[in-house]
């Protein structure tokens, strides 16, 4: 398998690697980056357990390659913590119990640091339509749906004390 | 001075101690630790469903450069199995292959690409049986058998004929049968199985990272089949990514990845795909169910008898237990005496299903609760009132001898009544809308354990230093249900102390002490209460170091948490200051709590197997469903659901409320869509699409009702909540479908296409009834 150069942003840091042309993204990140916090739950783009950040948009990093992503910013669930302090949407799906397993939690909070991006008040038809890829097996989804909206007043309340 | 206190833990919504870890991605799951620098283990599977094994050739791929082990049932002395009694699997098949996907063969190498290539230059030579994928094919007359000790391919047979069920019969007003059908589902938790080992072979010691619910179990089967003493062996549980009862067994999964990483020599990381967590599924069995219930005119039940055949598997798993489960909890939720069941377990050459949620309940509990609203029906009742006809009276013991000492379903019941506004909704919705109700209930753990070694149920240990903390030691398997958190709170409560005093270790057989692991929802019952027990003798120790220092009886030392004191008056000392009097002499202290099940609870012995549904305490739920049927294309849409559950006292109402939606909703991927499909044993719905787990695009709110019948024994009241209301949802939906367009199904999951034939055939049959009686009428 050939190999190319990849560089791009992972979390905000610059980097340079010599990939396999046909590596994953994710298996980028898990494996050369050490970013395991984005998980593998399936064979191929079913369960949105892997979803990243690539410039802003929301992406499967399983059905990405890795060197699709030379030049672009990737963001994972690493980065959201600022200062050793966890986003909103963190502390949200923390004390909502919008994560029990955690295995989905982390493409599941990607996700839906993606949507809070472009729609930063959305309503439940907003997130069921963001989250549609993303499969989780042990809330019934009404603690992630809670979650995401605890995060969107904790965040407004906020920027209104400011 | 006087208003400081006890820190109040438990009844408070509390988010999961180790929540931060699982929302910053920081925690390790068993592939996580994969990724170092470690061996890639790779399995190697039956094309055939049944076939004695004549060789498989190994030898061209252990020349393959890169390859550190290669293993077949060859290196496999011993068989493994959850139930003492049916231990009949080989980690890797030994003589026969008995379902599509068997592992034959395993490989470490150094990376994915050569472990592929590996598996690529094994042969297999074998010799083709007759396979069986239907529970009618495998008892065939002419079917040969699976295990030689099974004979008919009958795993286990129950019968029971307690009271006098043709007396009932004889005396009801209306006896009504039917029979259901329940397509085989999978748990299709979050994490593929997954497990990472390393083998010391300076020290001849194995530490293994499995993904599962039971890491005790999982140890004695590892002594087992690796023939190793289990002293030199360590499990320690990783973060599990949800478990549903798929992982309450030792999976092979384990087993291979310890005996490549002895092989090799080293460490292995064996990380299953999907399809493969698919074939390892322990799953629902496939279920028919014969129902016949005798009802008086008033909705009061007098009979019951019933018939179930399960689908198994190649291998036993769990399936003794699940048979026996079916029958025995047909008792326990209503006052009923005379129930004659007959129940079958056949072993089949299809992937060996296991110990779902809601185990072995949840199909009888759906035809049962089914049954119970066409009767209502018929008989012109409401199906609340039938209901409330038949509820049970706390304390008492069943027919079958379960013990019942709490019993909220009739709140339960009430709650949903009014919250969904059955009496002026019901019937009064609009074309296309039902409402439909059930109920459910769940054991609090198995009274008798599978293992009987004479020990107490659950153990746990707190260790107290210099520093103040408590460290919390159990073997509780955290899989994501929040056990940890429920033992940290059940501690802090007890010493009245902040959670954060408290660090919660669990599941490392060389620290934590050994528990059967997370199943049955036996965990905040037994563990909740050895750690409340724990709590308390630490108490018991801080106090009398107090007493010492404060120069007073023990007896007139108050504990506030924080501080301990003698009277009002006195300033006290803080927790800080008993500790380093209670450290004095003795040096760091560690204390012990334990929980052991009474035996009037373990079950009964009218009939073999009888001990299977006894428990210390039940909880009980009610649900109401809303849908919406589309007459064009009949698909259901759930529109809300409502329901109470009856946990006792709530130690983490988050939790609680987290467990109970979880349950309903996997309720209803059962009901409308979830079903494995097979083509000559090989899986055809490998994947999260073609097994269709709803999404949250179809999920609707769930509103949940904690009802409190707290339990006289349970830790602070408690008992049950992460299974009980899972088995209601399916008989509340097909009484919704029914109250919605007038079709009644039997048969799960209950989709568009199934539901349109359903509808077509009424429609056909109304018109034909429209036309005779037309025809009368001239």
Not at chain 1, 60 to 66: E, M
Not at chain 2, 420 to 432: E, F, T, V, Y
Request: charged share 25%.
């Amino acid at each position: 398998m050939s190999k190319s150069m990849l560089s791009l942003t992972v979390n905000g840091r610059t980097r340079d690697d010599v990939v396999p042309d046909n590596m994953l993204l994710v298996d980028y990140l898990r494996e050369v980056v050490g970013a395991t916090g984005t998980k593998v739950g399936c064979d191929g783009g079913e369960c949105g357990a892997c979803t990243v950040i690539v410039d802003g948009k929301a992406r499967h990093a399983c059905l990405t390659l890795a060197v699709s992503c030379n030049g672009k910013a990737v963001e994972t669930v690493e980065s959201l913590e600022r200062n050793g302090r966890m986003s909103a949407l963190q502390r949200a799906f923390n004390e909502k119990l919008g994560a029990q397993c955690g295995f989905c939690t982390p493409g599941m909070i990607m996700a839906s640091e993606a949507l809070l991006r472009h729609t930063p008040n959305p309503n439940d038809d907003d997130i069921r339509r963001e989250l549609a890829a993303n499969i989780c097996r042990c809330t019934g989804y009404v603690k992630i749906i809670e979650s995401v909206h605890a995060a969107v007043a904790e965040t407004s309340a906020k920027e209104a004390a400011e | 001075m006087n208003d400081m206190g006890p820190v109040q833990t438990i009844g408070v919504p509390t988010p999961l101690v180790d929540g931060p870890e699982k929302v910053t991605g920081r925690a390790m799951f068993a592939a996580d630790y994969c990724v170092a620098d470690s061996l890639v283990g790779r399995i190697l599977r039956s094309p055939v469903a049944h076939a004695k094994v004549k060789k498989v050739d190994v030898s061209k791929a252990r020349e393959i450069p890169g390859v550190k082990a290669v293993l077949t049932g060859e290196d496999c002395n011993q068989t493994f199995g959850v139930l003492p009694i049916a231990q009949n699997e080989y980690p890797l098949a030994k003589y026969r292959v008995r379902y599509r996907g068997e592992p034959i063969a395993a490989v470490a190498a150094v990376d994915v690409a050569t472990a592929q290539k590996a598996l690529d230059a094994i042969t297999f030579e074998y010799e083709e049986l007759p396979a069986y994928f239907t529970a009618e094919e495998a008892r065939a007359e002419d079917a040969i058998d699976l295990h030689e000790e099974r004979p008919g391919n009958i795993e286990r047979d129950v019968h029971y004929d307690l009271g006098d069920v043709e007396d009932g019969f004889a005396k009801a007003d209306l006896v009504m049968e039917e029979e259901y059908q329940c397509a085989e589902i999978a748990q299709v938790q979050s994490e593929p199985h997954a497990t990472y080992a390393e083998y010391d072979t300076q020290r001849d010691k194995l530490t293994v990272w499995p993904s599962t619910q039971v890491p005790f179990y999982v140890h004695l089967m590892l002594e087992r089949t690796l023939e190793m003493e289990k002293s030199r062996i360590r499990v320690i549980k990783p973060q599990l990514g949800g478990g549903f009862g798929c992982r309450t067994e030792t999976l092979n999964v384990e087993l291979i990845c310890a005996m490549l990483a002895r092989a090799a020599g080293g460490r292995v990381g064996l990380v299953v795909s999907r399809e493969e967590t698919f074939i390892t599924h322990r799953g629902r069995p496939e279920t028919a169910v014969k129902m016949k219930i005798g009802m008086r005119a008033d909705g009061k039940l007098l009979a019951a008898q019933s018939e179930c055949v399960q689908r198994g598997g190649g291998y036993s798993g769990y399936g003794i237990v699940t048979i026996l489960y079916a029958g025995s909890m047909l008792y326990g939720i209503y006052d009923i005496e005379a129930i004659k069941f007959d129940g079958y377990r056949v072993l089949t050459n299809m992937p060996p299903p296991g110990a779902m949620r809601g185990h072995g309940t949840v199909n009888m509990r759906f035809a049962f609760e089914d049954l119970m609203d066409r009767m209502a029906t018929k008989l012109g009742l409401d199906p609340f009132a039938v209901r409330r006809a038949n509820l049970l009276k706390a304390p008492t013991f069943t027919f079958n001898d379960l013990m019942v000492n709490s019993y909220g379903l009739d709140e339960c019941l009430d709650w949903v009544e009014e919250a969904s506004g059955w009496k002026d909704r019901k019937g009064k919705l609009p074309p296309g809308k039902g409402l439909g109700m059930a109920c459910s209930h769940y054991v609090s753990g198995a009274s008798k354990p599978k293992h009987w070694t004479g020990e107490p149920h659950a153990t746990v240990n707190l260790k107290v230093d210099f520093d103040g903390s408590v460290t919390l030691l159990t073997g509780a398997a955290e899989i994501g249900q929040g056990s940890s958190t429920m033992a940290t709170q059940c501690v802090a409560e007890v010493l009245g102390v902040d959670m954060g005093r408290v660090h919660t270790i669990s599941s490392d057989s060389a620290i934590t002490p050994k528990d059967n692991g997370s199943y049955s929802s036996r965990v905040t019952y037994m563990v909740g209460n050895a750690a409340v027990d724990a709590a308390n003798n630490l108490k018991n120790v801080l106090t009398e170091a107090a007493a010492r220092k404060l120069e007073v009886p023990p007896d007139q030392v108050e504990c506030l948490g924080e501080v301990y004191r003698a009277g009002t008056q006195d300033e006290g000392l803080t927790f800080d200051e008993v500790v380093m009097e209670a450290l004095r002499d003795t040096g760091t202290i560690t204390v012990k709590g334990t929980f052991t099940t009474l035996p009037e609870s373990q079950g009964g012995k009218k009939y073999r197997g009888a001990a299977i549904g006894g428990t210390m305490a039940f909880s009980y739920a009610a649900q109401v469903v809303e849908v919406t049927v589309d007459p064009d294309t009949a698909e259901i849409s759930v529109d809300k659901v409502w329901v109470a559950h009856d946990c006792g006292k709530a130690l983490n109402p988050l939790s609680v409320e987290g467990q109970v939606q979880g349950s309903v909703w996997m309720g209803m991927g059962q009901a409308m869509t979830e079903g494995t499909r097979y083509h000559d044993g090989l899986g055809i719905t490998g994947n999260m699409l073609d097994y269709r787990v709803p999404t949250i695009v179809e999920s609707p709110p769930i509103e949940v009702k904690i009802v409190e019948a707290e339990d006289p024994h349970g830790p602070f009241g408690a008992k049950e909540a992460g299974e009980g209301s899972l088995s209601g949802f399916l008989p509340a939906l097909t009484a919704a479908v029914a109250d919605a367009i007038g079709v009644r199904a039997a048969d799960l999951p209950l989709t568009p296409d199934v539901l349109l034939k359903l509808m077509e055939d009424k429609a056909r049959a109304d018109k034909k009834a429209a036309a005779q009686d037309s025809a009368e009428v001239a």
